[in-house]
Antibody
């Protein structure tokens, strides 16, 4: 069965960076995009960007263009999302989600990132 | 004006039918979009329910009960998630999603309460 397993919770100070991982299993990792979505406490879902594991191509939401980097290690079926210059408003649960035609089907369990001094 | 607007909350009694609307901003034609729907319960990631573009182009997520279905209202420029025969376990937040201008956009979210 398809599974996306994410790394654990992180606590960071303002100005730091965080790198989260998302390990895929149950399908051929290289064939489908991995997207990253975040959800601030009590708020809705916000798409951050996509990464194509086969070619390493990426597309980022304009809001995060200058602060986010999405990469992958195909040898271990893992996608990564790094967000830099963290600020308190980046406190959120970050999800990875498998991309299918114009949408997402399977989601990871989420990684809580807390930004606080 | 948000690209996708949903009612912030809806409530209904068990057994009732609920329509969760996802209204597209003026100038964006609902007919051209494939709309995905997700259910999210507290403390859990979103779960894929279904995608709907037309009566001949739709798909349900694995294991999703048949009481969930999708449709569109062209006159209202909206996608609709229909929950028929509402059950207590349907109490959750619901989000729509589209691919628009080379970016994914989520709806504002609807909290459905079962009375």
């Amino acid at each position: 069965q398809v599974q996306l397993v994410q790394s654990g919770a992180e606590v960071k100070e303002p100005g730091a960076s965080v790198k989260l991982s998302c390990r895929a299993s149950g399908y051929t990792f290289s064939t489908l995009d991995i997207n990253w979505v975040r959800q601030a406490p009590g708020q809705g879902l916000e798409w951050m960007g996509w990464m194509n594991p086969s070619m390493g191509l990426t597309g980022y939401a304009q809001k995060f263009q200058d602060r986010v980097t999405m990469t992958r290690d195909i040898s271990i079926n893992t996608a990564y999302m790094e967000l830099s210059s963290l600020r308190p408003e980046d406190t959120a649960i970050y999800y990875c989600a498998r991309g299918v035609f114009q949408g997402f089907d399977f989601w990871g369990q989420g990684s809580l990132v807390t930004v606080s001094s | 004006q948000a690209v996708l607007t949903q009612p912030s909350s809806l409530s209904a009694s068990p057994g009732a039918a609920v329509n969760v609307t996802c209204t597209l901003r003026s100038g964006i034609n609902v007919g051209t979009y494939r709309i995905y729907w997700y259910q999210q319960k507290p403390g859990s990631p979103p779960q894929y329910l279904l995608k709907y573009k037309s009566s001949s182009d739709y798909q349900y997520g694995s294991g999703i009960p048949s009481r969930f279905s999708g449709s569109k209202d062209a006159s209202a420029n909206a996608g609709i998630l229909v929950i028929s025969g509402l059950q207590s376990e349907d109490e959750a937040d619901y989000y729509c999603l589209i691919w628009h201008n080379n970016a994914y956009v989520f709806g504002t979210g609807t909290a459905v309460t079962v009375l």
